[in-house]
């Protein structure tokens, strides 16, 4: 068993910067893929961004690429996301994931959630 806790949602302008966070605790995950996720009301949890524990791989989903940046910080067991130039789009309730597989970007292949923290962006 794997808990997740997000933390750091809240409202921003546009052209703002959030960071998040997830802590971890219970089983040992050295070996997981974490991951963030994100859904707006009436559609779809979507990928973006993953990074593999134990050696910091990354993969963005292309709506945040070169504007987010997922980290991770090993001896706190947890994971970041550095939100940059954030947009009105961006607004949504953001979910830290942990699954077996390496930089995975669909929600099935994940098997641990965190509670979700709300982002928003006014324009």
């Known amino acids: 068993q794997v808990l997740l806790v997000e933390s750091g949602g809240g409202l921003v302008q546009a052209g703002g910067s959030l960071r998040l966070s997830c802590a971890a605790s219970?089983?040992?995950?050295?070996?997981?893929?974490m991951g963030w996720f994100r859904q707006a009301p009436g559609k779809e949890r979507e990928f973006v961004a993953a990074i593999s524990w134990n050696i910091g791989r990354t993969l963005y989903a292309d709506s945040v690429k070169g504007r987010f940046t997922i980290s991770r910080d090993k001896d706190k067991n947890t994971v970041y996301l550095q939100m940059n130039t954030l947009k009105p789009e961006d607004t949504a309730v953001y979910y830290c994931a942990a699954g077996g597989r390496n930089l995975a970007t669909m929600t099935a292949q994940y098997d641990y959630w965190g509670q979700g923290t709300q982002v928003t962006v006014s324009s």
């Open positions: 219970g089983r040992t995950f050295w070996s997981y893929t």
